[in-house]
T-cell receptor, first 108, second 111 residues
Framework: QKEVEQNSGPLSVPEGAIASLNCTYSDRGSQSFFWYRQYSGKSPELIMSIYSNGDKEDGRFTAQLNKASQYVSLLIRDSQPSDSATYLCAAHNNDMRFGAGTRLTVKP | EAGVTQSPTHLIKTRGQQATLRCSPISGHTSVYWYQQALGLGLQFLLWYDEGEERNRGNFPPRFSGRQFPNYSSELNVNALELEDSALYLC??????????FGPGTRLTVL
């Protein structure tokens, strides 16, 4: 069983729609969670971090954490073609474990 | 403020050779993390250095090693290169938090 699991996609949404990205993790000791965006051929770029149950909003991005369900999600509102990338979910407990990523395509 | 830097950008080696990759963290960051990202695959944790010490190691053979210098820069050494070592090697830095910031990476090609 992978420690951090994501749907590999591709997830395709029309421009202006809400994109919903999901992630589950197996290590209950994980205390902090991150979403990174990675454009093809580039390095991951930090979008959001979340540490407590509930929602955390930053601009068009909302991260949601449910530790009881071991579930993390990222919502992207008003999706833009420039949001097209692979989104990596990560969980930290002594070291960072990354999911394989979900590829998002936003169609104009 | 300058971000994480890595050198070289690209590196081409042949099987059996050694590769050395370098990373300079964000100023003030004491931790350096190394990851391997093979084509089409996720990030695999390699090594974590903090304050000059190796703090944790991923599930990689001993021919993957590294060190951290007094100025917190780091190098990753890969000995006896194998074809499957071809990947993007990413360095990230952090300080007193879990948050990691990535450099642009070194693409290693083993022929």
């Amino acid at each position: 069983q992978k420690e951090v699991e994501q749907n590999s996609g591709p997830l395709s949404v029309p421009e202006g729609a809400i994109a919903s990205l999901n992630c589950t993790y197996s290590d209950r000791g994980s205390q902090s969670f991150f979403w990174y965006r990675q454009y093809s051929g580039k390095s991951p770029e930090l979008i959001m971090s979340i540490y407590s149950n509930g929602d955390k909003e930053d601009g068009r991005f909302t991260a949601q954490l449910n530790k009881a369900s071991q579930y993390v999600s990222l919502l992207i509102r008003d999706s833009q073609p420039s949001d097209s990338a692979t989104y990596l979910c990560a969980a930290h407990n002594n070291d960072m474990r990354f999911g394989a990523g979900t590829r998002l395509t936003v169609k104009p | 403020e300058a971000g994480v830097t890595q050198s070289p950008t690209h590196l081409i080696k042949t099987r059996g050779q050694q590769a050395t990759l370098r990373c300079s963290p964000i100023s003030g960051h004491t931790s350096v993390y190394w990851y391997q990202q093979a084509l089409g695959l996720g990030l695999q944790f390699l090594l974590w250095y903090d304050e000059g010490e190796e703090r944790n190691r991923g599930n990689f053979p001993p021919r993957f090693s590294g060190r951290q210098f007094p100025n917190y820069s780091s190098e990753l050494n890969v000995n006896a290169l194998e074809l499957e070592d071809s990947a993007l090697y990413l360095c990230a830095s952090g300080h007193n938090t879990d948050t990691q910031y990535f450099g642009p990476g070194t693409r290693l090609t083993v022929l």
